[in-house]
């Protein structure tokens, strides 16, 4: 079995719930303030690491409070800390979060996530068989330095671009497996897109991202599964019904399941299916890294006899 290494932003979530997000210059009551690990590459590597997966983050955090608490938690995870660096030159990274009704809005302060250098990257020995992981929560040129030192090792690349940013082709080019919403989709493809077009929009869309029949593009879209292209070919993961609580580190869930499923040398459809049940459990309670699923829950929340339809594919644990 591969390794999955993922390099990626490491944050202290800020969580305050309230009945409904305010309007533009208005203030709500609130009820509680929570605070979570969180991060997107924290989130993605908590995913694969209770999900049975070998794991490696490369990431920074400031010499301060926040980044203690986060580098104790991450420990406990049984994730290898040994290329995550704590700095002076910038406080931990931070996300102010607001939760209601299931929805969030988030600022994300980046904090030393944004040092995260091409050496840092550089030091991780990766192999063929491994996974390596990124999203846009560090420099994009970082970025870049990891996934062309992972292809030189023969190992898979996964990339979350998110939050939705531009960035050149060549970089889109580096992902063997492309793992995105339709909010980035819309931007990265010059096209727009809402929740509630038909698949063949999206399908379209993705299309246009897809510089071989060899790329894997996954389109995440909430309660209505994932659309995916595969080999060229449309795949289509049902959504599930779920009561959500909150839905962030939902998409983060579903990339570090991915991880680790293709670490296992899972067929694409299966870790798709796998990788939509874990997300559906993680929104069912709060928090992000903390809302991680373990591999006994997904399995237990598999549907029997999913997973036998090439066209809707479910969960085959």
């Known amino acids: 079995m591969g390794r999955v290494f993922v390099a990626g932003s490491i944050n202290m979530d800020v969580v305050a719930t309230a009945e409904r997000h305010p309007r533009i210059g208005e203030t709500v009551a609130g009820r509680e303030v929570l605070y979570f690990p969180g991060g997107k590459g924290a989130n993605q590597a908590v995913a694969a690491a209770k999900l049975g997966a070998r794991v490696a983050l490369i990431g920074r955090l400031g010499k301060d409070l926040f980044g203690d608490e986060l580098m104790a938690f991450l420990a406990a995870q049984e994730i290898e800390l040994s290329f995550v660096r704590q700095t002076n030159e910038a406080h931990t990274g931070t996300a102010i979060i607001t939760t209601a009704n299931a929805d969030n809005t988030i600022v994300v302060i980046p904090g030393a996530n944004g040092l995260v250098s091409t050496a840092d990257v550089g030091a991780a020995a990766l192999a063929k068989g491994d996974i390596a992981v990124s999203q846009f929560e560090i420099p994009l040129a970082t970025i870049s330095a990891f996934f062309n030192r992972a292809r030189m090792a023969g190992a898979t690349t996964i990339l979350n671009p998110a939050p939705a940013l531009a960035c050149e082709r060549d970089l889109l080019d580096l992902a063997d497996v492309l793992i995105l919403n339709e909010n980035e989709l819309a931007l990265l493809a010059k096209t727009e897109l809402r929740d509630t077009d038909d698949h063949a929009r999206f399908i379209e869309a993705a299309r246009s991202l897809q510089a071989g029949r060899d790329k894997t593009i996954c389109v995440t879209l909430g309660k209505r599964g994932v659309l995916a292209l595969v080999n060229g070919e449309p795949l289509i993961v049902a959504g599930r019904a779920v009561k959500a609580v909150d839905t962030t580190g ?68």
Not at 299 to 305: D, K, T
Not at 306 to 314: F, N, S, V
Request: charged share 15%; proline share 7%; glycine share 10%.
């Open 250 to 317: 939902a998409g983060d869930c579903f990339v570090g399941a991915m991880a680790a499923q293709l670490a296992q040398r899972k067929p694409i459809g299966e870790a798709l299916a796998y990788a939509n049940t874990a997300a559906s459990i993680s929104v069912q309670r709060m928090g992000a890294a903390p809302s991680m699923p373990t591999a006994a829950e997904v399995l237990s929340a598999c549907r029997p006899g999913e997973g036998r339809d090439p066209i809707t594919t479910g969960c085959r644990c």
